[in-house]
């Protein structure tokens, strides 16, 4: 475990910043950030950004800032204190000011009460048959593809299908819409980079009008024909906690549906891709699993520390604070980068190594009053895959490496995975 001693403070070199952050947008750098996550270390655990704050590198810095109580999200009150609210009056940015990522206390807290634990342990165990079974189904189309082309992208057919099936089952969600709410989901996604530019807002803008009049008429035609699903139950509650205010009710039900919806996608997605990617670009790992499938949650972890799918979260100073050595004035922005965390050697020893067995740690999944609300379903869904894949196609193996959106720096996006068997 790293130790406070250990952490070094900042050292302000824009150059070299500015040349790291261009290289993650590159196809080498989507490819292989590893040698990006080993130059923003190497400037300190806590970095000078360009645009002013701090990217946080170490492991220990980064948890620091996720799970303590003087750290705060951006939220609409931080951004009206900004010298520039302009920036943020953007209608994407807004529409996901609004969800739980973005809520401090005591919004957070009332919103994360009224949803309790969706993926306790009793829940995950009543759903794990249906992902077992929605696994298999796309499983089978991709058995299919193989047999008659030889080839198949595990992308388009597994990885970014399981969790939206899983997601639009357990909302109850019609499958013909599927493809709609993917489409603006990797449109939307845009307005949450660090800098935007305007073409990308606008992309978002657009998306999130399509995002907003598609979760609104679903909660509508939910509200008019009630069922035995999980926003049946959210529209009564929330109903009932403004019983004279149907539009505050309506908001809330809209903000916690659209964003529980999209925010499984594209990360449980990415997820996936990188564990079929990791395990079988090495026939040995691949074989070494089947025959110890007791460690398929260590290959997950590996897997999420190794290549995170949220590069960046970005978190603000309630108070005057001092971070890893480094005077932090309130108000002002970190930007937690996840990847160089997880690679921090002083918390996983040779850090460049996918170790199934290695038992470290990682963040991908943040920490605190915010930690990631889906963390629990993504292992499952990621969990049941590989024990399948693991048992249905023993020559799986890439055709080449994957394919990555080199516009994003915040969510990775993995476009392509061309397999054979």
Not at 142 to 152: K, M, Q, S, V
Not at 181 to 194: G, K, N, S, W
Request: aromatic content about 8%; glycine content about 6%.
């Amino acid at each position: 475990m790293t130790t406070v001693g250990d952490i070094r403070g900042t050292v302000q070199d824009r150059r070299a910043v500015i040349s790291l952050l261009r290289r993650l947008r590159s196809d080498e750098g989507q490819a292989d950030p590893l040698p990006i996550w080993e130059g923003m270390r190497a400037l300190g655990d806590v970095v000078r950004a360009p645009w002013g704050g701090y990217f946080v590198t170490g492991f220990e810095a980064c948890s620091q800032v996720l799970r303590g109580r003087n750290w705060l999200v951006p939220d609409f009150a931080w951004q009206e204190r900004q010298p520039d609210p302009e920036r943020w009056q953007a209608p994407a940015t807004r529409e996901m000011t609004r969800t739980l990522p973005r809520l401090n206390a005591p919004t957070h807290t009332c919103q994360r009460r009224a949803l309790g634990n969706p993926f306790d342990r009793t829940t995950l165990e009543s759903i794990r048959p249906r992902v077992a079974t929605l696994a298999a189904g796309l499983l089978d189309g991709l058995e299919e593809r193989l047999r008659a082309d030889g080839e198949a992208d595990f992308v388009t057919t597994v990885a970014e299908q399981l969790p939206l099936l899983t997601v639009g089952d357990w909302l109850d969600i019609p499958p013909e819409h599927h493809a709609h709410i993917l489409d603006f989901t990797h449109r939307q996604v845009y307005a949450q980079e660090l800098l935007p530019t305007k073409s990308e807002l606008a992309v978002s803008a657009r998306a999130t009008l399509e995002m907003r009049a598609y979760f609104t008429e679903l909660i509508r035609q939910r509200r008019a024909r009630p069922g035995n699903d999980v926003l049946t139950g959210w529209i009564h509650h929330w109903d009932a906690q403004y019983p004279d205010d149907r539009a505050a009710a309506d908001q809330v039900i809209y903000d916690l549906t659209m964003f529980i919806t999209i925010a499984s996608l594209e990360t449980s997605a990415v997820l996936l891709a990188n564990a079929v990617w990791f395990l079988t670009q090495d026939p040995s790992r691949a074989a070494w699993l089947r025959r110890h499938p007791q460690h398929i949650d260590d290959a997950v972890e590996e897997t999420l520390r190794y290549d995170p799918p949220v590069v960046v979260n970005s978190r603000v100073a309630a108070d005057d604070t001092v971070l890893a050595g480094t005077p932090i004035a309130k108000d002002t922005t970190v930007h937690v980068l996840y990847g160089a965390a997880a690679h921090d050697p002083r918390r996983n020893p040779a850090p460049h190594l996918f170790d199934i067995r290695r038992g470290g740690g990682h963040l991908t999944f943040g920490g605190g009053a915010h930690y990631c609300l889906g963390a629990a379903l993504a292992r499952l869904e990621a969990r049941e895959l590989l024990t399948q894949v693991l048992e249905r196609f023993p020559t799986l193996r890439p055709l080449e490496p994957p394919a990555y959106d080199t516009s994003r720096v915040v969510f990775r996006r993995i476009t392509s995975l061309r397999v054979t068997a």
